[in-house]
């Protein structure tokens, strides 16, 4: 059944295999290694920017605390929002709300909501958390409450949304419900 030939051919695509690995791996440590001299040199001395022609900057560990990014007022951002972009955002919305006045679906109708009482619109049946903040308005900062975080604004209330995690995202969305019936 093997005769030597069959040995040796066999023999011959192993062992050609493997040298072919063998000189991939060489050759793939050559091209991407660029320490120049094993895994303990390091990347921010001179030898490393002789070496590759540039030195990666690294923060120190004992710098002090990074200076946080001033907030933008939401206000700002809603006045510089895209309605139309708004729009798009808006797709996340009417599965349960409308737009039209008086239609409600799972949740009120939207229409007019900007400085819209909270708890407003007659004849649906709010959570009894809303329907205590009826006192309260929609302005623009506790829509963006809201909407970053339904559960959080108002702990217990019914609406399952986990909230738009995103600052220009809740201020395309309030840009464009202000077009609305506002």
Known sequence: MFDTMTFTKA???VIGTLLVLLLGNWAGSALYNTSGGGH????GDEAHAAA???????ESGDAGPAEEEEAVPFADLVAAADPAKGEKVWGKCKACHKLE?????????LYGLVDR????VAGFGYSDV?????ADTWTIEALDAW???????APGNKMTFSGLKKDKDRANLVAYLATIGG
């Open 117 to 120: 009482p909270i708890a407003g």
């Open 11 to 13: 023999s011959a695509a």
């Open 40 to 43: 303990d040199a390091g990347h």
């Open 147 to 153: 909407l970053a975080n339904p559960k959080a604004f």
């Open 101 to 109: 006045d008086g239609a409600n679906g799972t949740g009120p109708h």
């Open 130 to 134: 809303l329907a205590g903040m009826s």
């Open 52 to 58: 590759t022609g540039y030195v990666i900057a690294v």
